[in-house]
């Protein structure tokens, strides 16, 4: 059954650092997205990208987040100065057409220090 | 007002028993609706979608409400392995807003 994949599964950086977590989604999936999970509180919406854009981005994604599928196939999220509150699960999601479900990964966790 | 609010629980039930979820969501134009499943530090996977008729999955009913804006999730016969924070799950054009999540605990 085909997966989403995300590397690293773990990473810890330091304040200031900056950071690529990299997806790689279902090949014949349309929409690619990034959700965040602080723990202990609920997945929240980044970005969503669809046809080699964002679609649409939350207050969250603001000037230090970026997201690109340079090869048509990983999609990575960077984050360019990490701050403490980055810290969180980063879940990479994909969907098709017409449908409402979305395919996550198993997530990467991001610790900053 | 939350998008999507749902009773963190957690829900404490012995094997066996009916528990019942709600959500309600606050955006009208809100398009599908879902009920996803979270294990512990796992990812969000669907458990099933939401239609206004009501839909049925094994032990799994979940029913909307587009008038009132609300979304139940019912569970019979619960198993152990039912133990997981249930996602209620709103879909507007592109994206899926996730409420907290209400925890589910089975136990022998």
């Known amino acids: 059954e085909p997966e989403v994949t995300q590397t690293p599964s773990h990473q810890v950086t330091q304040m200031g650092q900056e950071v690529i977590l990299r997806c790689v989604p279902i090949?014949?999936?349309?929409?690619f997205y990034w959700y965040r999970q602080i723990l202990g509180q609920k997945v929240e919406f980044l970005v969503s990208?669809?046809?080699?854009?964002?679609?649409?981005k939350s207050e969250i994604f603001d000037d230090q987040f970026s997201v690109e599928r340079p090869d048509g196939s990983n999609f990575t999220l960077k984050i360019r100065s990490t701050k403490l509150e980055d810290s969180a699960m980063y879940f990479c999601?994909?969907?098709?057409?017409?449908?409402?479900?979305?395919?996550f990964g198993e997530g990467s966790r991001l610790t900053v220090l | 007002r939350k998008e999507v609010e749902q009773d963190p629980g957690p829900f404490n039930v012995p094997e066996g028993a009916t528990v019942a979820f709600n959500c309600t969501y606050s955006n009208s134009a809100s398009q599908s609706f879902f009920w996803y499943r979270q294990d512990c530090r796992k990812e969000p996977k669907l458990l099933m979608s939401v239609y206004s008729s009501g839909n049925e999955d094994g032990r799994f009913t979940a029913q909307l409400n587009r008038a009132s804006q609300y979304i139940s999730l019912l569970i019979r016969d619960s198993k152990l392995s039912d133990s997981a924070t249930y996602l209620c799950?709103?879909?507007?054009?592109?994206?899926?807003?996730f409420g907290t999540g209400t925890r589910l605990l089975v136990s022998p």
């Open positions: 090949s014949n999936h349309l929409y």
């Open positions: 990208f669809y046809n080699n854009e964002i679609s649409e």
């Open positions: 999601a994909g969907g098709g057409r017409g449908t409402g479900e979305l395919f």
């Open positions: 799950v709103v879909k507007g054009f592109q994206k899926l807003v």
